[in-house]
């Protein structure tokens, strides 16, 4: 059996009444890159922040590395790095001297940290930029010193919270090629976000919404297991269109994307094109109907039930 890099059973934090995160099981194996997918507030953050060690739960039992969460926090300090929503950067150290700081709290010898560092700004493409302050990076050149910084040590696991918030698109997929580079060489990563691209390059993912875990799986796996049917419609008046398959109980969501709706029927239906035309029948009639494949964001919108 492969080794797991995080086991949690129960897992719950509350903050006054509110539960932030709820009763959450997880199940990460070791060597994977494993995502949480949820919206702004649904308990992404304050999980990672749980498996790090450093915010206590509320209840429920975390395993990280094989050590005791929180007990053992402190033998597992040296074995994780944290990449923050805010990089955690030192604006007005140079990009070195973060680099240098960051080594010294990790304990690398000053042999080990100048041999490391020039290893870091060699392969995050930051050696010309290893004397400007950190406050002066772009976005870009920020993420990849922050997640330099967070791994000067080599940790076995790495936590990263929405990384790729403040960065292009480009930016963002030049920091998941880095990303796979770490999973190759041995390094678990579990990363925070909620953009549906970045959660489809994930080994396993688990949906958050409302600090409850909906569903987890492979992207694949949960694609093929959404347990209803996409169809998507070319039609005129597709406002009217969508109030209209909104009344209907067994279809989920309908979700415009340009001259298209994007409609979720739930898989009881055998033929969802027929079955709608037959609800619709004035209203579709000239309408091109097709059955698509699922995407992650199907699958998001049918676990959070939000019927949009
Ligand atoms: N220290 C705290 N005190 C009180 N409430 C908190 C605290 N930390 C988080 N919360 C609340 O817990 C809920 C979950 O927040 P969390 O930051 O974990 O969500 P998130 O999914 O990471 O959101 P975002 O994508 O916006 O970062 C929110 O309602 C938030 O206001």
């Known amino acids: 059996m492969s080794k797991l890099a995080i086991e949690t059973r129960g897992l719950t934090r509350r903050f006054g009444d509110l539960v932030a995160v709820r009763q959450l099981d997880l199940t990460i194996p070791a060597g994977t890159i494993y995502g949480f997918l949820g919206p702004n507030g649904s308990g992404k953050s ?41 990089f955690s950067l030192y604006e007005d150290l140079t990009v070195h001297e973060n680099l240098t700081f960051v080594a010294r709290v990790q304990g690398l010898s000053r042999r080990q940290s100048r041999e490391r560092i020039n290893e870091l700004l060699k392969n995050y493409d930051l050696q010309t930029l290893s004397g400007q302050l950190a406050g002066s990076l772009s976005g870009g050149q920020r993420q990849r010193l922050a997640l330099a910084a967070a791994i000067v040590h080599r940790p076995d696991l790495l936590f990263l919270d929405e990384p790729t918030s403040a960065v292009d698109p480009e930016n963002r997929r030049n920091f998941w090629e880095k990303l796979f580079d770490l999973c190759d060489a041995g390094t678990s990563i579990v990363v925070s976000t909620h953009y549906m691209d970045e959660a489809e390059r994930c080994h396993g993912l688990a949906i958050l919404d409302q600090g409850i875990k909906r569903a987890d799986g492979s ?21 009217e269109l969508k109030r209209e398959l909104l009344t209907l109980r067994e279809v989920r969501s309908a979700a415009q994307l340009g001259l298209r709706l994007r409609v979720l029927v739930d898989g009881r239906i055998v033929q969802p094109e027929h079955w709608l035309r037959q609800q619709l029948p004035g209203r579709l009639n000239g309408a091109e109907l097709t059955l698509v494949r699922p995407s992650l964001e199907d699958v998001f919108v049918s676990c959070t039930g939000e019927r949009l």
């Open 219 to 239: 992207p694949e796996q949960l694609m093929n297991d959404l347990g209803a049917s996409v169809v998507e419609v070319l039609a005129d008046g597709l406002r």
């Open 46 to 86: 304050t999980c990672l922040r749980m498996l790090t060690g450093l915010l206590l739960p509320s209840d429920g039992q975390v395993k990280v590395l094989g050590l005791t969460v929180p007990e053992q926090a402190e033998a597992l300090r040296r074995r994780v790095g944290y990449m923050t929503q805010r």
